[in-house]
């Protein structure tokens, strides 16, 4: 599994010219499933996602998290996180995860930030989406396998 997290001031979600998420101050978060990824793998994921402190508290100190500035998630899934350009100048996207787990992990994110999160937008799955967005900071950062590497 692969999260981008930008932090952003607003941020929305248009499909065939219809807006399907949108949002205010809070996390627009990119989402790719890998073929290896299971509810366990987005459980993880989730819970890193949401305690990350990158929202700045009184000082100007990124101390925050996304539940401490009350802030609203923006979920769109993005296979294309899954990019491999080792080989050549055409992408290979072999390690995505298949469409029907893609989906159901996805919807299965959804289900489960709306449990912490007040306010949780989304994409569509699979559809062509176009992304507006105001970064704020800008502060992006990316989530994978080795967040959650044992320490030594």
């Known amino acids: 599994m692969k999260f981008v997290i930008q932090r952003v001031n607003h941020a929305s979600v248009t499909v065939d010219g219809v807006i ?13 499933v890998g073929q290896n990824d299971t ?24 101390n925050r998290s996304i539940s401490d500035v009350n802030g609203e998630l923006l979920l769109v899934s993005q296979f294309t996180l899954y990019a491999n350009c080792r080989k ?15 989906e159901e992990l996805y919807e299965y994110l959804i289900s489960e930030a709306k449990k912490i999160v007040p306010v949780v937008q989304t994409g569509v799955f699979g559809a062509d989406m176009k992304v507006d967005l105001q970064n704020d900071g800008p502060f992006t950062v990316i989530l994978d396998h080795t967040a959650f590497a044992s320490e030594k």
């Open 20 to 32: 399907t998420g949108q949002i205010s101050k809070g996390l627009l978060v990119f989402i790719g």
């Open 39 to 62: 509810k366990e793998t987005a459980d993880q994921f989730l819970k890193k996602m949401l305690g990350l402190r990158i929202f700045e508290d009184e000082n100007g100190k990124t």
């Open 88 to 102: 050549g100048n055409r992408p290979s996207f072999t390690d995505a995860g298949s469409p029907q787990l893609a």
